[in-house]
């Protein structure tokens, strides 16, 4: 089970590096749920990073809904961090009515290179989620899906997110459940869903707050867990 946690300093990275992380998902701003970080800190945590960094792209928390002006700036920075030698991206784009934005897609996949794609928590903001997977899956470059399932957290979504998880079976995306998982709550969720990847946020940390450093225990916790729910 590959376990994703989020970095948003150079601390975070060595750290997650040296506590048996497998992924990297490097943001800042997460008091607005996580933004582009600074491309200084993209370029360094690639740089020192022996396990994946994708790379958060998302230019402000108003909606995630983007103007001309919002994808040109997006497409900059994936081209920055593409320059950079990052695993991947990680980014999700809306219609006002709800859907996913075929033609901001279109634009980012054309500069990403050979560069992974992970579709954020903007899933979990779709009308229609099964209408959505419909739309990704015709995307190979695309190759998971961050999502609590819908609203709340992981644990409020189980059935969702095991439909959701049926229905990527066999093909090249995988469902990532992240939202609300922590080291009391980790049991049910492996032993519900069986996932492939899991990414967490403060529930890898030795607070509630990612002012808090990352957790050895905590990580070390999750793998104990992972090997008996096997």
Known sequence: MIIEGIATNIQD????????ADRIELCGDMEKDGLTPEMRLVKEAVAVSSIPVNVMIRPHDESFHYTDVDIQQMTKQIE???SYGANGIVLGALTEDGRIDVRALDRFISVCGDMDITFHKAFDALEDQSEGLEVILKYPQIGSILTSGGSGGVTDNFGNLQKLMEWTERTHVTVMPGGGLSTENISEVVETLKPESLHFGTGIRSAKSYDAEISKEKIDFIRTVERSGR
């Open 80 to 82: 920055e961090v593409e």
């Open 13 to 20: 990275v060595h750290d997650l590096n040296r506590f048996g």
